[in-house]
């Protein structure tokens, strides 16, 4: 099972940046997206920004549109958020995932995990 382990989160003033790294354990990591997700206290856990492990296709949310940009680095087996103008509601605890099919459109379909990392942006 593939271990994905998130850094670089924090606390940052409002209209600040962050970038979160998220590293996997597998030498032979090549699924088929990663992604970020993000959980605010008492609200759901909501989609981020996804992309795809070897063609680099992107999408985003459209409340992080044009502030963030998702990557990866598939000789470090890693993927990154940097998150640019940084507002109070973007503050969560932000969770990097990744999927091995395109198939099924629910977080269950994500099968790896990492274990959160909290991103606080003070107003």
């Known amino acids: 099972q593939v271990q994905l382990v998130e850094s670089g989160g924090g606390l940052v003033q409002a209209g600040g940046s962050l970038r979160l790294s998220c590293a996997a354990s597998?030498?032979?990591?090549?699924?088929?997206?990663v992604g970020w997700f993000r959980q605010a206290p008492g609200k759901e856990r909501e989609y981020v920004a996804i992309?795809?492990?070897?063609?680099?296709?992107?999408d985003y949310a459209n409340s992080v549109k044009g502030r963030f940009t998702i990557s990866r680095d598939t000789a470090k087996n890693s993927l990154y958020l940097q998150m640019n103008k940084l507002r109070p509601e973007d503050t969560a605890l932000y969770y990097c995932?990744?999927?091995?099919?395109?198939?099924?459109?629910?977080?269950?379909?994500?099968?790896?995990w990492g274990q959160g990392i909290q991103v606080t942006v003070s107003s």
């Open positions: 597998e030498r032979t990591f090549s699924p088929y997206a």
């Open positions: 992309i795809s492990w070897i063609g680099g296709s992107t």
């Open positions: 995932a990744a999927r091995d099919s395109p198939v099924g459109s629910d977080f269950d379909s994500w099968g790896h």
